[in-house]
């Protein structure tokens, strides 16, 4: 019974992220990237000078002032964005789109777009939001919002594409990547990784430019994909907020042994009400007094062990020794897990995947270690949208060889070196598949661990004619 509830106000709290509202959209899925493609790609010299394009406002060109303050005017728009509206259009092939319904659609929502036109151009992003004072209670409805307008602003790049208007594109992509730099920061983050769409707002970004590597006359931009922040999202900072959001929804964990018993005693049913989906007082005050009585003796054995104090341990309130042990325990197994959260995934997937492991078979009815979130599948999902970019850069880089030797593709990966190296599988750590058939290129992202294919890209790439 007490694992369905805390499972039960788990899965609450991350549906709680985007507002009770948005509960039906948050069951939608947006669309896959398909993990074979073809593409026809336009030959494209590299830029003179070579940061002419950028992904993100160059620092010349940004003006003072805090982005969130902009992007938190233009986020209620996005309540008004019908969801499968726009996955309809970001759908349809860029030759087929409506000439006047997508751009009529866009319209509707200029005043909002300007805004996070505004925004990427600002100095810094700082959201300032009540996570230190509401935890896990916090609502970020409205980052929702935003991240529905990130995706009609892919919808208008996509517009600006097939009208040749590479310029405007340009600036819209800018707009586009700052928007979702600026999830890498507090809070947004954690919705990022709780979301249904959890995907990002640069996958649709990425999506996009797949288009423009085929669109003739489109700038190259091999350099401006590889000046994109390395990584463009940095997990260690949404996991210490995850961690540390437990101590800012109960500040008295920071100090369970200096609980007095009715103090400790009222934090463990407060927990119960949150964490054990008890709504009712009595009923939460039992489960949280039948908890203490089934843990107290691990706990006071545990307390014994740790401080060489058997006596100290037997005179602690009972219910303060259970949450010292609760809490050693969930600092414990979060480090085991968050200290590969440092390293690049292809180095950190096996000490990760032991570590996990561990946790799985160790894991107690402990209410605290089921708030932790799934590591695992969170940073290879951080890695794989690092390796979508990579593989946009190796696109970028045949395009300029391409350019360079009359249409013709590389023997080779190593070709492209020294102009324009090919990066490597961030998934991986090593070189993509590369195979030359015919005048096809066959670039191929292959899946990190047998079975699991849901990262796997193949690319089937000729030149247009």
């Not at 369970?256 to 463990?268: F, G, H, K, S």
């Not at 270690?369 to 970019?389: D, N, W, Y």
Request: with cysteine.
């Amino acid at each position: 019974m007490m694992a369905r509830h805390i499972l039960a106000c788990t899965a609450a709290l991350l549906v709680s992220l985007a507002g009770p509202a948005d509960n039906a959209d948050a069951q939608k899925r947006p669309l896959e990237t398909p993990r074979e493609a073809r593409l026809s790609i336009a030959p494209a010299r590299l830029p003179v000078p070579a940061l002419k394009h950028r992904l993100l406002p160059p620092v010349a060109e940004q003006g003072p002032g805090n982005a969130a303050t902009v992007y938190l005017a233009a986020f209620p728009a996005g309540a008004e964005v019908d969801f499968d509206t726009v996955e309809g259009f970001l759908a349809t092939p860029l030759d087929d789109l409506p000439k006047t319904g997508a751009a009529s659609y866009v319209a509707r929502f200029a005043d909002a777009l300007r805004l996070l036109d505004v925004a990427g151009h600002r100095s810094f992003c700082q959201w300032d939001d009540a996570i230190r004072e509401e935890g896990l209670r916090l609502s970020l409805r409205h980052v929702r919002n935003g991240r529905l307008l990130g995706r009609l602003l892919a919808l208008r790049i996509r517009l600006e594409i097939r009208d040749g208007r590479h310029d405007d594109a340009l600036r819209s992509l800018q707009a586009g990547f700052a928007l979702a730099r600026a999830y890498n920061t507090g809070t947004p983050f954690l919705y990022a990784m709780a979301s249904s769409d959890s995907d990002g707002i640069e996958k649709v970004l990425f999506d996009v430019l797949r288009e423009w590597a085929e669109a003739p006359g489109s700038p190259n931009l091999y350099w401006a994909l590889a000046n994109l922040p390395r990584p463009f999202h940095d997990p260690r900072q949404a996991l210490e907020i995850e961690e540390a959001s437990v101590y800012f929804t109960f500040p008295d964990l920071r100090r369970p042994e200096q609980l007095t018993a009715q103090r400790a005693e009222q934090l463990m049913e407060d927990m119960w009400r949150l964490i054990g989906g008890q709504s009712d007082a009595p009923a939460a005050r039992k489960a949280a007094a039948d908890y203490v009585q089934r843990m107290l003796p691990r706990a006071r054995e545990w307390l014994a062990q740790s401080t060489g104090d058997a006596s100290r341990a037997g005179a602690m309130p009972e219910a303060a020794a259970v949450l010292c042990h609760m809490v050693a325990e969930y600092r414990r197994e979060v480090d085991e897990m968050y200290k590969w959260a440092g390293m690049p995934y292809w180095q950190a997937s096996e000490g990760l995947g032991k570590s996990v492991a561990r946790f799985h078979d160790t894991k107690t009815d402990n209410p605290l270690l089921t708030l932790v979130p799934r590591v695992t599948s969170q940073l290879l999902m951080f890695a794989i949208r690092e390796r979508e970019s990579a593989l946009l850069q190796c696109v970028e880089a045949l395009r300029a060889h391409a350019a360079a030797h009359e249409g013709r593709f590389p023997a080779s990966l190593e070709e492209l070196a020294p102009d324009t190296p090919a990066p490597p599988d961030p998934v991986l750590g090593k070189p993509f598949e590369y195979r030359l058939e015919g005048g096809i290129v066959i670039l191929k992202a292959v899946s990190p661990r047998p079975g699991f294919k849901g990262s796997e890209r193949e690319y089937r790439i000729s030149v247009r004619r």
